[in-house]
Every structure is written in structure tokens, then in C-alpha cells.
């Protein structure tokens, strides 16, 4: 009798579990209520939100120069040193070009330059790069399966230019590790980073 009530009861706790204390990643998905989520909607690694907004109240969207304190980079005596260099000035024009390519809502024509500030209805991404990792060719030659990925990570912010109040906070990271004879650092670099500002168009996209 006991081990039939008890079955009952695990049938019953079960079937309520759900509501009782839903999957972290089922509230992740899309959310836009205030909290933070960790992989978000399977797309960003975290994002806190603070204020829900309306996208389609803005009408321009500016995405300040990406700040680069801190941000390690190889000793000067590497063969990747140029590299990293190079790709550090490339990775703000990528990004921009992924996030247009996702964003379901065009801002008008000037966005993205000129100061934010000075634009009424603007709102503003303010990012700072992390991580700028080379990887290594070879090991993306040879390895295969990700080995020797080119990585890159930003931490953000987005902000409503008038009130400046911070919205949305994000941190992402992605890799990039396919390419011919082990991609060149160039092109991966920039591929990893349009992939992060598609990912950050589909953040917005959920408001």
C-alpha cells in the first residue's frame, strides 16, 4: 500500500513540476520580462534585462565605438600579434553588418554614425571586446572539430539615449573555427563577429 501511495505521489509531484518550477532555459526563451537568463533564448550567454522597452519606438539605433579596455592581446613577438591588431579595427564594422542583416527593424538611414546623444529617440549599444583570440591556423588545419578556434567576446549594454538608462545588459562569446587550409585569422574574425551582432539583432528583436 505504502509503495503505491508513494508511486501516486511521484506521478503527482511530476506532472506538477512544471508549473511548480519551470526549466531555466524554457523561462530563457525570448523572455523580455526583467531578470537575468543564462542562454538566452539558446542564442546569448546572458542577459540581464532591466527595463522592457519597444523597439519600434526608437527611431535610430547607434552603436558606439567598442571599448577596448583591458582587452588582452598575444606578446608583440608573436606571428599573431598583426593579426589581432588588424582584427580589432575590423570587428565593429562586422559586427554592424551582422546586426543589420537580422534586425527586423531597419533604423532610419544615418544610424549607427554621429553622436547618439545629440539624436532624440536613439537608442544606443555600447559594447566592450573581452576576448580577441587568435586561436591557432595550424591547429584549425590539422585538428578539425573546433580545434584552434578563433575566438571573440564582448560584454554590453543597451541603453535609451534620452533618459540614458540602461534597458538590457548581455555577454556573449563566439568561435569560429572552419575554413580553407585553417582559415585565415582575417575572415574568421570577422565572420565570429557579425555572428555576435546577428545574435545581439536577435536580442532587440524580441522587444
Given amino acids: 500500500m505504502f509503495a503505491r501511495n508513494f508511486s501516486c505521489f511521484c ?17 530563457s526563451k525570448g523572455a523580455t520580462a526583467p531578470g537575468t537568463y543564462r542562454d538566452w533564448n539558446g542564442d546569448i550567454d546572458e542577459v540581464t534585462i ?11 539605433i547607434a552603436v558606439e565605438s567598442f571599448d577596448l579596455t583591458g582587452l588582452p592581446l598575444p606578446d608583440p613577438g608573436e606571428n599573431t600579434f598583426r593579426a589581432v591588431q588588424s582584427a580589432v579595427a575590423r570587428i565593429k564594422p562586422a559586427f554592424i553588418e551582422g546586426f543589420l542583416r537580422k534586425l527586423r527593424y531597419k533604423p532610419a538611414a544615418n544610424a549607427m554614425s554621429g553622436p547618439p ?11 566592450r571586446l573581452v576576448k580577441v ?3 591557432s591556423q595550424a591547429a584549425r588545419y590539422f585538428g578539425g572539430f573546433g580545434a584552434g578556434a578563433v575566438k ?12 540614458r538608462t540602461t534597458l538590457v545588459r548581455f555577454a ?5 573555427g572552419f575554413g580553407i587550409f585553417g582559415g585565415s585569422y582575417g575572415d574568421l574574425f570577422v565572420r565570429t563577429a557579425q555572428q555576435i551582432g546577428g545574435d545581439v539583432a536577435g536580442l532587440l528583436n524580441a522587444f
Fill in 133 to 135: 583570440d587568435p586561436g
Fill in 117 to 127: 546623444n545629440a539624436r532624440p529617440n536613439t537608442l544606443v549599444i555600447r559594447a
Fill in 50 to 60: 532591466l527595463q522592457p522597452f519597444r523597439l519600434d519606438s526608437y527611431n535610430d
Fill in 11 to 27: 506521478f503527482l509531484l511530476a506532472s506538477l513540476s512544471p508549473v511548480l518550477c519551470p526549466d531555466a532555459s524554457a523561462r
Fill in 172 to 176: 556573449q562569446e563566439r568561435r569560429s
Fill in 152 to 163: 571573440v567576446a564582448i560584454v554590453g549594454e543597451i541603453i535609451d539615449a534620452p533618459s
